[in-house]
């Protein structure tokens, strides 16, 4: 006997809560929970009184999985809201990485004309190392890291997405 | 204002919620608590012999009297105690509310004594849960706890206290909760829905209700409704295990219960449907059997509270968010309203009466030995004759699924049974419970010999209150479901399942101050079941029955509803693995 999966979908899911203690772990928990799966997730409170905060979710699965995520997500007692933004539209969804890279010659010199390429800033420096900040959608995040694997690639770190709806809305 | 310790401000939000009756256990963390409750004028509380005990007993009590069961257990292991009845309240979407003792607020992630993470370790077996670390807090949570656990699709809550906040004081104030930022479930159908439901029911040729403890749950007047709706459409009415009893078993429209131990016409009709009409239930897998076979030729309406179950597993035509007893209520008068006469039903009727002559539910007759199924039927006639009110639960395994079927349900919140989990040891403490809710009622648990065990320790709870509820244990010495699987897909390899070194039930009861009676034969089986409901206190009977039969009909897992097995000569060979891989 073999076990088989079906094809899945990339979903960028927006979810308003209360922030209250342990609601990180009732929704984290809720996908382990249920087998879905987490491609990232970002946490932060957005409001002036510290009552409400927006997670991003990146998630995969097929459409009915997805809409099952959704309508979970939104009967927990603290969700608001949840957005799916794959699904509303245009959206604008950027991550965060610093990205360190060591090397010395024509090495250090093409990490150097590459990050320019993308934009990413400079935020360290010895005479043997970089850390590059760059802020983009995933796959150009990837692409950099990828090309700084050949240039002496030492560490990364992202933040994972954050997202929202294009227009005025 | 003057101010209140939290342990006081505790129980007089319980008695504001108009709580009568609270199941529990004391301990270290709630001893101001208890302190509270000392010799309190308005609030019972009956002391369990184990934490489960008391969860399963606010289940029933809940499930029977239509509100919410109340549990207050102590800290560490008195809260681990209560998990397997607040998943089961979960799974059965019972209103619970639990409240837990907590080691005092500097001391918890310490490792304290009898500390463990309840907010933590209920995450996922809660409707929502709490850990409250002030005092000023608690009276607003407490009331939100019981707003959560009763209203939209009810389920248990857990709050979980501190001792020092049990100490520390504060000015208590009823809440206003008229307006929660996050929580407001959808009671009520959208109208074009509700015409749209109706049009399609009566353009419908194979229409056929499929009705769950969603009905139960939404109150008496969904029930009054259900057979309302199912009298102005015609069209048969059959139901899961958890809403036995919304509709009425005496009923010509009445099917049985469906899916694997459901009846063949049911099953059949849920296959040859031209339309299925799913109220309160969610299309678990004891219902569809094999998906893909599942209902292949109908559209499907699906009425729940619950978004989340609306194309879960069944993709639906029809999703309507709603309480059942709201929906039924637009329906009807929608149908009504919009003059609707009943479809020519005749053909799909006549076809029904080819399955019906089945006779699925029929079994083979001992003289020498009771049969089970036997036994149901005559506790069922003895207790209608009895003239009372008769509230019945049970354990879970074979007992269970025959009492299902051979027990004619006619009104709602009188069959108590554990069908989401399907818990061990839920049957025996649920009729402690019903029988404090429902004081004038006959509440008998139907157990088998092993489940009975799992919570055997309450047989102290039951001498304590003077509740006369009554246990009538089918007893084949086996863990009977258990042994027909092995049976059936280990050719007969009975791993385990051999209940050994049986206690002697009845001198156990008598131990206990119950009365004990054992039937040993056919000949002895009415005079022991008039003898139990004639006794006035408690009593025990263990009814010696064919310690080998099967339960049938039944469709194997993973099979297709038309594929059931109504007799023990069509079972030949092994099942793949497939089909052994599926529970």
């Known amino acids: ?169 | 204002m003057a101010e209140m310790s939290g342990a006081r401000i505790l129980v007089r939000s319980l008695v504001d919620l108009g709580v009568e009756v609270v199941f529990g256990y004391p301990g270290g963390a709630v001893l101001p608590i208890y302190d509270e409750l000392y010799n309190h004028p308005t609030i019972k509380h009956v002391l369990v012999r184990h934490e489960q005990g008391a969860t399963h007993m606010a289940e029933g009590y809940a499930r029977s009297t239509g509100k919410p069961g109340v549990v207050l257990v102590t800290s560490g292991p008195g809260a681990t105690n209560a998990i397997t009845g607040i998943t089961d309240a979960l799974m059965d979407s019972i209103p619970m509310v639990v409240i837990t003792g907590q080691v005092a607020t500097h001391l918890i992630g310490s490792d304290a004594f009898q500390e463990a993470d309840t907010v933590g370790l209920t995450r996922h077996c809660t409707k929502h849960n709490y850990l409250v670390k002030s005092p000023d807090r608690l009276a607003h949570v407490i009331h939100e706890a019981f707003h959560i656990a009763t209203s939209g699709r009810p389920g248990p809550v857990v709050i979980d206290i501190p001792k020092n906040v049990q100490v520390a004081t504060a000015p208590y104030e009823r809440p206003d909760l008229s307006n929660h930022v996050s929580y407001r479930p959808q009671v009520k159908a959208e109208k074009a829905q509700i015409a749209q439901a109706v049009a399609m029911i009566a353009a419908a040729e194979r229409p056929i209700f499929y009705t769950g403890g969603g009905i139960i749950n939404a109150g008496p007047e969904a029930s009054a409704l259900l057979r309302e709706l199912a009298e102005l459409t015609g069209a048969p009415v059959t139901s899961t295990l958890m809403g036995l009893g919304a509709f009425p078993a005496a009923s010509p429209q009445w099917m049985g219960m469906l899916g694997m131990h459901g009846t063949y016409e049911a099953n059949m009709a849920m296959n040859k449907a031209d339309l299925i009409v799913n109220i309160g239930a969610r299309f678990d897998d004891r219902v569809t059997g094999r998906l893909d076979a599942f209902a292949p030729h109908s559209k499907k309406i699906h009425i729940d509270i619950d978004r989340s179950s609306i194309n879960k597993i069944v993709m639906t035509d029809l999703g309507i968010v709603a309480d059942a007893a709201s929906a039924l209520r637009d329906l009807v008068a929608e149908w009504k309203a919009s003059g609707r006469k009943a479809a020519d039903l005749e053909e799909w009727w006549a076809r029904i009466a080819g399955w019906r002559a089945r006779k699925s539910l029929s079994y083979p007759e001992s003289g020498t030995e009771i049969m089970p199924q036997r036994a149901i039927a005559d506790l069922y006639q003895a207790t209608r004759r009895s003239g009372k009110d008769c509230i019945i639960t049970t354990e879970v395994g074979q007992h269970q699924m025959w009492a299902a079927q051979h027990y004619g349900f006619d009104a709602p919140n009188k069959w108590l049974t554990s069908g989401g989990l399907g818990t061990m040891g839920y049957g025996f403490p649920a009729a402690i419970g019903a029988q404090m809710g429902n004081p004038d009622s006959l509440v008998i648990c139907i157990a088998g010999d092993a489940s009975i065990q799992m919570n055997i320790q309450e047989l102290g709870t039951a001498t304590q209150y003077r509740l006369p509820v009554k246990v009538f244990i089918l007893n084949n010495e086996y863990m009977g479901m258990v042994r027909q699987w092995q049976e059936l897909t280990y050719e007969s390899r009975y791993s385990e399942s051999y209940s050994d070194s049986l206690p002697d039930f009845v001198k156990l009861a008598e131990a206990y101050g119950w009365i004990g009676i054992r039937i040993e034969g056919p000949q002895e089986l009415e005079a022991g079941i008039r003898q139990m409901i004639e006794t006035p206190g408690p009593v025990m009977v263990d009814c010696r029955v064919a310690k080998l039969t099967n339960c049938f009909p039944m469709i194997p897992s993973g099979a297709a509803h038309t594929d059931m097995i109504l007799d023990p000569s069509q079972i030949e060979g092994t099942l793949a693995d497939e089909a052994k891989a599926l529970v």
């Open chain 1, 1 to 169: 006997m073999h076990i088989t999966e079906e094809t899945s979908e990339r979903h960028v899911l927006s979810i308003t809560v209360t922030n209250e203690a342990g609601i990180l772990a009732k929704i984290a928990g809720l996908f382990t929970a249920r087998g879905y799966n987490i491609e990232s997730l970002t946490v932060a409170d957005i409001s002036d009184d510290h009552q409400v905060s927006r997670i991003t979710i990146v998630t995969n699965g097929p459409p009915r999985v997805i809409d099952q995520i959704i309508a979970q997500l939104d009967r927990l007692v603290p969700v608001h809201k949840v957005a799916d933004l794959t699904e509303n539209g245009p959206f604008v969804e950027r991550e965060l990485a610093l990205v360190k890279v060591a090397g010395t010659g024509e090495a250090r010199i093409e990490a150097l004309r590459i990050a320019d390429i993308f934009r990413a800033k400079v935020v360290d420096t010895t005479t043997e190392s970089f850390i590059f900040e760059l802020t983009g959608p995933t796959d150009k995040i990837n692409t950099f890291v990828s090309l700084m694997r050949e240039l002496g690639l030492v560490e990364v770190g992202r933040t994972g997405i954050v997202g929202m709806v294009r227009g005025k809305d």
